[in-house]
């Protein structure tokens, strides 16, 4: 990987690698998330957020050289900091998440962060698949709902990596499996998030 993928996903917002965990491990691990999300644990407040703290699998994957040494070639940067993370589940008939950038719900200190967004499950025809808007980080950037780019197939393991400023939103989930995905969120500083997100002390930061 060089500065190809780098240049990629500072042109056009996003970049696609695949296999990055692989399949076996990905399905186990979207059984761990969906216990995770679907019964109470410390984060009561927020269910979907920071649960690689309270979960020994996710937390390791979250802190691995593997994730944060691809972060470091996706993105270019010297040092990688870790500073939250979500876990995006969609039973059937979920609508998805609306258009929106990331950055429009975080402080400014967050807005160079990029997240890397795992599948855990496969997005199969008819799953709630991820929509991004290339370019649409960029300040010359003219808002149109038709600009948005479906990613190819997307199985278990490979993952998406999206700037905080790139518009995107999902489909709606119309399959019976539920769809599972990991979001982890990284910055080149040091970054907190919003503190009144989280009910327990949240913030693991890794330098790399
Ligand atoms: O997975 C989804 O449906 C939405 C994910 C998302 O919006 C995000 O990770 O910022």
Partial sequence: MGSRSVDRLWRYGYTVTRNVISYSNAINLSRLAFNLVTIDGPNRKFPKLCRHLDNQELGSLAKSTRISSLVRAISGWKEVYFWSSGIFMKSIGDKGAP????????????????TLWIALTDMAQ???????????????????????????????GDTIAFTAKLLHRSQEHHCIDPRIAFALRFSPILCKGQPDQYDFPSYKILSV
């Avoid at 258009?99 to 990029?114: F, R, V």
């Avoid at 929509?131 to 997307?154: A, C, M, Q, T």
């Fill in 99 to 114: 258009l929106h950038a990331d950055a429009d719900y975080w402080p400014p200190e967050c807005h160079q962060s990029i």
């Fill in 126 to 156: 008819g799953s709630s698949q991820l929509i991004l808007y290339p370019g649409s980080h960029l300040s010359d950037f003219i808002e149109n709902e038709n600009r948005g780019k479906l990613v190819g197939s997307i199985s278990a």
